[in-house]
């Protein structure tokens, strides 16, 4: 038994879903709106893992899941608990569902896409680069400061830069440009990261274990995943073929980082050089395969099902 | 020279920092997260070459990575008292900006960090209980049983334990560099202790026991950040050895 977990019409779980389909392999849905449906428990005693899952009224021992697929968004945005009071029964048995539930799939010896341990890397972008370069990928030139002066001469070495969140939140790309230089002493206030901006071919690469399904992107955005808003045309998706080096490369980061499944952002310089920006544990790669039709959701789905090539 | 990172309102950082002073450690600091938060000259670099990190304490010195030859880092979070007055949502998110720009420098240091960054805790990885009790069992020490469901409705954030019933009698274990100090261990749980911390992989671990259904020694719990008064004048001495060892890298 596979278990899905997030809300059901999101478009990845939707794919997911519709691939076990397809390779007749058996799944339940739990659905992250609906947990008021739904209780959870698992106890370990004599270095055994044993636990039991309730959805609709129908149980499942966890014993029985093989695997794992988490979509999971943060409870606290479900429309379910707008305006719900923390202290509230509903609120209280949805934060103890989710906690149950993490904790049960970080120990259990069940295939998890992705374990959230092994999410962690992405948290901190700088972080993250030090361990990219372990694998041979290059990185830009990254400066994080809360020093005005270091950023201007930052900007007169490098000519074209950007900048961008160091953690996971409000991840947006912006180049920085003379306007910004105004608002630049506010930097003192948390030190921010910029970076030297990079020319080249944008590719995204979807890794699911040893599978590796590359695409190219055509955009002139600086991030091109707001391309529609920012330079008014939305980005072309091509799938793309890498070296054998590069895609070994991905293929081991990914398993470095303890991932079943990444999607990694690279750019290919026309000089042959290959840089990696990012590595997102958690890649909503429908929009890459809606736009290709490269099949990621079926090799997820057969890696969840034990079945890989 | 040498840091010792902590809260604060951390004894066993200050403790450890006098211990370490006493012992003759020179040039020795004790930075705590408030300092951090109004240093200025950050200047945090990671590229072709490497990655780097300089800041200027609120005295006038200034540190860069380069100078330093081991840290003591028991930093769990990132105070940010100048945002005191900002929306809520900014200070969330200035404060996972903090975490992740101290998680990546602090990983950058190529000295001695006991204990070094992860993503699940600044200070070592952070663990649920129920992952603590997995890994013991599978380090051979006497666990309880442990149960959790949706039914629960135990608040750990506000110091609430499933392990511990309140008023226990708790004994503590701390284990650096491989050895077990503190009260007296016996010999077979001392074994499993030191085997809970190389699964666990942080440099200091403390390890609760209390009595319980499997005898007077029963987990009860583990951190990364113990309290190492608990360990003592060998706790010290071990911690000096570490820091002093040559050409060492944790």
């Not at chain 1, 590796?212 to 955005?221: L, M, N, Q, Y």
């Not at chain 1, 707001?226 to 072309?236: L, M, N």
């Not at chain 2, 309102?9 to 450690?25: F, K, P, Q, T």
Request: glycine content about 8%; overall charge neutral; aromatic content about 8%.
């Amino acid at each position: 038994m596979i278990l899905l977990c997030g809300i059901p019409s999101e478009p990845p779980l939707v794919l997911v879903a519709g691939a076990l389909e397809q390779l007749g392999a058996p799944y339940v849905l739990l659905n992250q709106r609906r947990f008021a449906d739904t209780a959870m428990a698992f106890e370990i005693a004599d270095a055994t893992l044993t636990g039991w899952m309730e959805i609709d009224g129908e149980g499942y021992p966890l014993q029985a899941i093989e695997a794992v697929y988490t979509r999971l968004m943060d409870f606290r945005m479900l429309p379910e608990l707008r305006d719900v009071p923390e202290t509230s029964e509903p609120w209280q048995h949805c934060s103890a569902l989710h906690d149950v539930l993490t904790r049960w799939s970080e120990i259990c010896p069940a295939r998890v896409v992705n374990r959230v341990a092994s999410m962690g890397s992405n948290s901190s972008k700088p972080y993250q680069a030090q361990l990219i370069r372990r694998h041979g990928f290059e990185v830009p030139d990254t400066l994080v400061t809360g020093d005005p002066d270091r950023v201007l001469d930052f900007r007169a070495r490098h000519g074209r830069i950007i900048y961008k969140s160091s953690s996971g939140i409000r991840s947006i790309v912006r180049p920085f440009e003379d306007e910004d230089v105004e608002r630049l002493p506010a930097v003192r206030w948390c030190p921010t990261q910029f970076q030297e901006y990079i020319e080249g071919t944008d590719v995204r690469v979807h890794v699911v274990g040893k599978e590796v399904f590359p695409t190219r992107i055509e955009s002139s955005a600086t991030d091109y995943r707001y391309a529609q808003s920012e330079v008014g045309e939305a980005a072309r998706l091509v799938p793309t073929e890498l070296p054998d080096l590069v895609a070994e490369s991905c293929v081991r980061m990914t398993e470095a980082l303890g991932l079943a499944f990444a999607g990694i952002d690279l750019k290919l310089r026309p000089d042959g050089r290959v840089y990696c920006f990012e590595v997102n544990p958690c890649p909503g790669f429908s929009y890459y395969e809606a736009n290709t039709g490269q099949p990621i959701a079926m090799a997820v789905a057969r890696h969840l099902a034990g079945r890989t090539q | 020279m040498w840091l010792v990172l902590c809260d604060r309102n951390d004894a066993a950082g200050v403790w450890i920092h006098s211990a370490l002073r006493s012992r003759g450690l020179a040039p020795l600091g004790l930075v705590t997260g408030e300092d951090l938060a109004f240093c200025d000259g950050w200047e945090h670099r990671v590229g072709r070459s490497g990655a780097t990190i300089r800041f200027r304490l609120e005295s006038g010195l200034t540190i860069r990575g380069e100078d330093l030859r081991g840290v003591v880092n028991r930093l769990y979070t990132a105070p940010i008292p100048q945002w005191r007055s900002a929306r809520k949502v900014d200070r969330e998110y200035v404060q996972q900006e903090l975490l992740a720009f101290h998680m990546s420098w602090l990983h950058a240091l190529r000295c001695p960090v006991l204990n070094r960054p992860t993503p699940q805790g600044l200070c070592g990885q952070w663990r649920p209980e129920s992952e603590w009790v997995w890994l013991a069992q599978k380090a051979g020490l006497q666990t309880p049983r442990y149960r959790q469901s949706t039914r629960d409705r135990i608040d750990e954030a506000s110091g609430q334990r499933r392990l511990l019933p309140p008023g226990a009698l708790v004994r503590t274990a701390i284990v650096v560099e491989g050895i077990a100090t503190g009260e007296r261990i016996p010999p077979a749980v001392a074994e499993g202790c030191r085997r809970l911390w190389r699964l666990a992989g942080s440099a200091f671990l403390g390890i609760d026991f209390a009595e319980g259904a499997a005898g007077p020694w029963t987990f009860a719990g583990a951190t990364p950040v113990p309290d190492l008064r608990l360990g003592g004048e060998l706790l010290a001495a071990t911690v000096l050895a570490r820091l002093t060892a040559p050409a060492a890298s944790t």
